[in-house]
């Protein structure tokens, strides 16, 4: 609306090209507003908000099933389901299994992802383990990783309390275990 109102009072008042720099700055403006709201969108998953972390979890896992990796999904308590879990919890378990399967599928060559979920009394946990070419990153590793991903999962679990353990073995896959406290 202010656009309207500053393009009605520049009008037939300033030159052509100063109209036109005004019009590609309107333009990129709006453009810049749609991308962030886009982006606002994704943050949180629709599915998530929708159905909840269990039914995200497994869309998510058919999503990569076009990969070269079989991904086998074991839900160790039916509680993940009924749980009342908060939101950045969920998010956050979300994310990091995406990137960890993302992760996986892209430099592991691996055949084959597990993943595992679990709680106890205190924490939730969660395994994500790969049959690929392993790799040598230890836990101190993480905030320093140069990839994004990495360090962004290690962002969560600071956020959260969480904490992770990384087994690797070069040929023998990678298991990443998480464990997040309940609040």
């Excluded at 202010?2 to 100063?18: I, M, R, S």
């Excluded at 990384?166 to 896959?173: D, L, T, V």
Aim: include cysteine.
């Amino acid at each position: 609306m202010f656009y309207c109102a500053l393009e009605n009072k520049f009008t037939g008042k300033v030159d052509e090209e100063t109209m036109d720099i005004y019009s590609r700055g309107k333009s990129l403006l709006a453009r810049l507003a749609s991308e962030t709201r886009e982006i606002s969108h994704n943050l949180i998953p629709s599915p998530l908000k929708e159905f909840g972390l269990i039914p995200t979890i497994k869309e998510l896992i058919h999503e990569y099933s076009s990969s070269n990796a079989t991904i086998q999904f074991d839900l160790n308590n039916k509680l993940w389901e009924e749980t009342t879990m908060s939101t950045d919890i969920q998010l956050a378990v979300y994310r990091i299994l995406q990137e960890l399967i993302n992760n996986a599928v892209k430099h592991a060559n691996c055949a084959r992802i597990e993943i595992k979920l679990s709680e106890s009394n205190r924490d939730y946990q969660m395994s994500v383990k790969d049959d690929g070419v392993g790799l040598s990153i230890k836990k101190e590793d993480l905030t320093n990783s140069s990839g994004l991903g990495m360090s962004s999962i290690q962002h969560r679990l600071t956020v959260l309390n969480g904490e992770i353990f990384i087994h690797s073995e070069k040929e023998k896959g990678t298991e990443f275990t998480i464990q997040l406290p309940k609040f």
